[in-house]
């Protein structure tokens, strides 16, 4: 069969198998190629979240950037079926996993909801059976609109509401490629305690706590969880939004869980505030593509872009590892949304925006960059893969992650 892109809003319902086998490729020839290398790295590594974006970037950087590390990757994924091909995170953890044991690497993939005491006990037995009994570095990377609380059956569903006022302002439609009126409202206390469980600190802290428990964290054991902040233009999308409020939660949980874990400088847990990028969990932020078109324009004109892979290495290399002490700021976050923030970079993007209409925004802002990249998450857009070659789904049903 030929597979095409079907677009539906800003999702992606198809994927590319062969044009993620790609994806992964380009993010390990990186690493590979990269003049810095991580020293000192993890040597076992748990990735929550390891089937895409930053979480799947990182687990590339640590076992092809330097470090070889041998990784367990849980992801919320799913195979081909009669009806569907399959997500794109199917294919990366199973084309990762293929690239990683050519390497000699250990890579597991654990297929299910993180928020469950199943997917806990498979991950603690693989970290018996194959690491020792230890874990060097857990990488927080889950986002998801909702989590089940184990306990009760209980689901929490997250939004993506401002608090204080409502916003109008526009979004992208991918499918059509038009920017969209889009009111923002105001979120309840409710609605922000629920998004705060979904996307807080929470459920990191449950699985550090309970990891603790089972005696698997070492005296110098890391653990990363990601979080953003933005420039003041974007605050009541995102940094005073009931995501933000969340992050907020993510960063507190932070403090209390580096308390419990940190033995020296080698230890402890961090939150890392990362650049805006494209990935399926970004692209719904209502009223937020704006400023990411712009953005992009920028940071590209200025030499600066970094997608995901550039953003994990650049960590890795110059922020976790390789140095001394855990580069953070005043407030203990590990800033690698430098280069996003810089003033020069707010000033153009501030004028850009001011410029950007319904009819030029794909010129003023970089959408052509931004489609690309949301269609490559997905396996499609690559010049060297070839679209019309015929894909063997009976092939594809016999591949496991
Ligand atoms: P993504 O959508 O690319 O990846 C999310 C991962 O979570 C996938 O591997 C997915 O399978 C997994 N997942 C979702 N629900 C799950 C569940 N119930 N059980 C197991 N796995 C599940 O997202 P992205 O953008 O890489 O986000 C990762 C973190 O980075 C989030 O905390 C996000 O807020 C943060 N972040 C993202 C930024 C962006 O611009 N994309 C900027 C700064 C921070």
Redesign the pocket.
């Known amino acids: 069969m030929i597979i095409k892109p079907v677009i539906k809003g800003v999702v992606s319902k198809s994927a590319h198998p062969e044009g993620c086998r790609h994806a992964i490729m380009e993010q390990i020839k990186y690493c590979q190629s990269h003049l810095q290398q991580i020293n000192n790295g993890p040597k076992r590594v748990l990735i ?9 970037a990182a687990r590339i950087s640590l076992t092809f950037g330097g470090a070889k590390c041998d990784s367990i990757g ?4 799913k195979g081909p079926s009669e009806k569907s091909i399959g997500t794109a ?1 199917w294919y990366n953890n199973i084309f990762f996993k293929e690239f990683a044991e050519a390497e000699g690497r250990i890579a597991y993939n654990v297929i ?4 469950s005491d199943d ?1 806990k006990n498979k991950v603690l037995n693989l970290i018996n059976k194959d690491f020792d009994g230890e874990v060097d570095l857990i990488i927080y ?4 609109g909702q ?1 089940s609380d184990p306990a009760t059956g209980n689901i929490w569903r997250s939004c993506l509401k401002t608090t204080g006022s409502a916003f109008t302002g526009k979004t992208v439609n991918i499918e059509d490629n038009k920017l969209e009126s889009t009111i923002i409202d105001v979120a309840s206390e409710a609605e922000i305690a629920d998004t705060i469980k979904v ?1 807080g600190g929470d459920d990191w802290e449950s699985w550090i706590l309970w990891l603790k428990e089972n005696n698997v964290l070492t005296k110098k054991t890391k653990t990363i ?4 902040i933005g420039p003041e233009m974007t605050y009541p999308i995102y940094h005073t939004g009931t995501l933000g409020k969340a992050k907020q939660h993510l960063h507190e949980t932070s403090d209390r869980l580096n308390k419990l874990i940190s033995t020296d400088k080698h230890s402890g847990a961090y939150v890392v505030v ?4 494209v ?4 692209v719904y932020i209502p009223c937020f593509s704006p400023y990411i078109l712009c953005l992009y324009k920028v940071m590209k004109s200025m030499g600066l872009h970094e997608t ?1 892979i550039g953003q994990m290495h650049r960590l890795f290399t110059e922020y976790l590892y390789n140095v001394d002490n855990v580069v953070v700021d005043s407030s203990r976050l590990i800033r690698i949304d430098d280069l996003e923030l810089r003033e020069d970079v707010q000033q153009k993007v501030i004028d850009l925006m001011s410029k950007m209409n319904d009819e030029n925004f794909t010129s003023v802002g970089d959408y052509i960059g931004y489609k690309k990249e949301f269609l490559q998450l997905n396996g499609f857009g690559f010049e060297s893969v070839d679209y019309n070659h015929q894909v063997d789904i009976d092939y594809l049903m016999k591949l496991k992650p």
């Open positions: 929550l979240g390891a089937s895409s974006g930053f979480g799947l849980v992801s919320f994924e995170g299910g909801d993180a928020f997917v990377s889950l986002a998801t989590r996307m969880a990601f979080s953003y990362c650049k805006a990028l990935t399926k969990a970004s995901c």
